[in-house]
């Protein structure tokens, strides 16, 4: 039975870099800057001071210290079981991104094996069933169905796409029993 291929991004999908940039800024100025002031905004305008954000991400560190989405580790082991899942990452713009996303995700997500993660500079030659990612420059030139996890920067797209805000919406939408047994049937020639 041939599985469904799930591409997933790292950063605002599996890591919460929004909150990691939240916390960064306040400990670097004393200045706690609100979610809602980021909605709708690039990050590097969302900040008071948004050189120091562009900083940070040249900071050794930045990527191996992320938070964690919550419920992604639960929600992505349950879809490795049930499809084909690559976590697909831009890691070239950064230097120290490339081996610290490798070592993050070893980390959080250890029943991912080396062979399932694509840490590229363009996602444009990646191809599958589905794409779970945050920014539209990854996800428009996409030909399978196109799953905006909400971040920001985002949150005020509308049209096109699946939109998820959460592992739990995740979960609902390629993890439900009907879902899953449509899958399977199909995959055995009964639909």
Known sequence: MERKRILIDMDEVMADITQHFINWYKEKTGVAVPYEQLVGKHITDAFPEGHLIREFLYTPGFFRTAPLMEGAVEVVEELNKHYEVFIVSAAMEFPQS????????????????????????????????????????????????????????????????????????????????????HKQAVAEGVS
């Not at 081996?99 to 250890?110: D, S, V």
């Not at 005020?156 to 439900?176: H, M």
């Open 98 to 181: 490339l081996i610290e996303k490798y070592e993050w995700l070893q980390e959080h997500f250890p029943f991912i094996h080396w062979q399932q993660i694509m840490l590229c500079g363009s996602k444009k030659p990646v191809s599958g069933d589905y794409m779970i990612d945050d920014h539209l420059k990854n996800l428009d030139f996409f030909q399978g169905h196109k799953i905006i996890f909400t971040a920001p920067h985002n949150a005020n797209i509308v049209g096109g796409y699946t939109r998820v805000n959460s592992w739990a919406d995740v979960k609902a939408f390629l993890l439900s029993e009907e879902k899953i047994q």
